[in-house]
Every structure is written in C-alpha cells, then in structure tokens.
C-alpha cells in the first residue's frame, strides 16, 4: 500500500486551501493512482512559522502499478499545475503532495527517500494514517501510527483538529 499525504495553506488560482487538495486528487485519479481511502481533512499551524496560515492536510491510502519515481514525478508535474512554485522550506504553499510509504520500500536517493523522513514526528501525518490505515507500521521503526502518535509532544498531540470536513469525491 501507498500512503501519501497532501497539505495546502494558501489559496490558489483555482480556489481555496480545500479546493487545491480536491483538485490535487482529481490529477492523482487522472495519472492512474487507485485510491482506496481518504482521511477527514486535519487543521495545524504552520510550523515553525505559526504566523504562517494555518495547513489542512489528508491522508491517502491508495496503489499505484508504476514505481515510485513515476509516482513523484506525476506529484511534481500535479503541483506545478496547482501553481506551486519551489521557494524556502517551510514556506507557506498552495500544494504539497508528499510520498509517505510506497509499499514498505526504503529507499535513500537524491531524488526520493521512502519511508518519508520526518513521517513519525509529523501529527498532520500519524493521525490521517490512524484514521484510515491503523494496522499500516513504519516500514523502519516497525511502529504503528498510534504508537508513534503517543511517542508526540503534548503540544504537537493538542494542536491538531480533525475537520468535520471530506473530500467530496466518488472513489
């Protein structure tokens, strides 16, 4: 299984922070990614910028046929089309589609490194995973997400708020 993890905090061209995720699923769809579940969407500050617009992010569980370079580099040609532009770490952004886990692989490349490497100290990532994959383990540390979730500061466990809010999509 595949776990990607898809975040916004500014508005685009083509409409809001939710819109941007939505139409980011639609482009996955469209380059042959079989999703399976989507997670609520999840609010968090921007870190570590906390006056940054706050990030909503999902989770997806999902297969894709292809390896997971040709899955980056569809991630890559999706968020150039959302109007993400490369710019500082941890700036604020219209998209950010990042590869999680593809299927268990470890990979350390200049190009990709899987799993994710900040996966487990990330809450928009663990609590997104919980919800829709909770038997899903760090193909590293051989945790699971509420493992990792309860290893969390308090305060990174507090500020996260899951939405009343879906993708609206038919999978």
Known sequence: MIHLNIGSNLNSNLGSRFDNITIAIHLL???KLRIKKIS???ETPSY???SFP???NIGILADFKKDCLELLRNISLIEKKIGRVKSK???P???DI???DFNSKIIDSNKLYLPHPKAHLRNFVLYPILEIDSKWSHPILKKNAQFLINKLSQKSRIEITRLNKNVNINL
């Open 54 to 56: 706050k990030f909503i």
């Open 98 to 100: 990042d590869i999680i």
């Open 29 to 31: 769809l469209e380059s």
């Open 48 to 50: 570590p910028n906390k």
């Open 93 to 95: 952004r219209k998209i």
């Open 89 to 91: 770490k941890n700036d």
């Open 40 to 42: 609520n969407f999840y």
